[in-house]
């Protein structure tokens, strides 16, 4: 008899390979064309899942003020910040180019003040 399995863990081990897939295709881009991807699929993939929800809910309370527009604004904002922050850890080794050297070359700068 086949074993069954958890369709929770069947999902979840789906969408980790899909992801891993989709992060190894990226790597191979250029940097700056798969940094702006993984953004734009944030700010895609973001308002769909139902963590987006409580952003909303979190925003709502931190700033009653702002209008629902502005909330859902700031939502974008949240996910497009998840995803840079994603696309830094995955290429940190390319983002990182300081040189010591040449302090004043590369994304990575040292400014005189």
């Known amino acids: 008899m ?3 399995v958890n369709n929770g863990t069947a999902v979840d081990w789906l969408v980790a390979k ?4 989709l992060l190894g295709a990226l790597r191979v881009l250029p940097l700056d064309l ?7 699929i ?3 993939l973001g308002p769909k899942l139902k ?4 952003v909303v809910y979190n925003l709502r309370q931190a700033f ?8 859902e604004a700031l939502a974008l904002k949240t996910w497009e910040q998840l995803g840079r922050m994603l696309s830094e850890y995955i ?9 010591p050297a040449h302090p004043h070359q590369g994304r990575v700068t040292l400014r005189d003040e």
Not at 51 to 54: A, D, G, P, V, W
């Open 51 to 54: 963590r987006h929800r409580l």
């Open 34 to 40: 798969s940094v702006r991807g993984i953004i734009k």
């Open 91 to 99: 290429f940190f080794h390319k983002l990182y180019d300081f040189d």
């Open 18 to 21: 899909a992801s891993f897939g």
């Open 2 to 4: 086949a074993r069954r």
């Open 64 to 71: 009653p003020e702002k209008t629902a527009p502005e909330i």
């Open 42 to 44: 944030a700010r895609w």
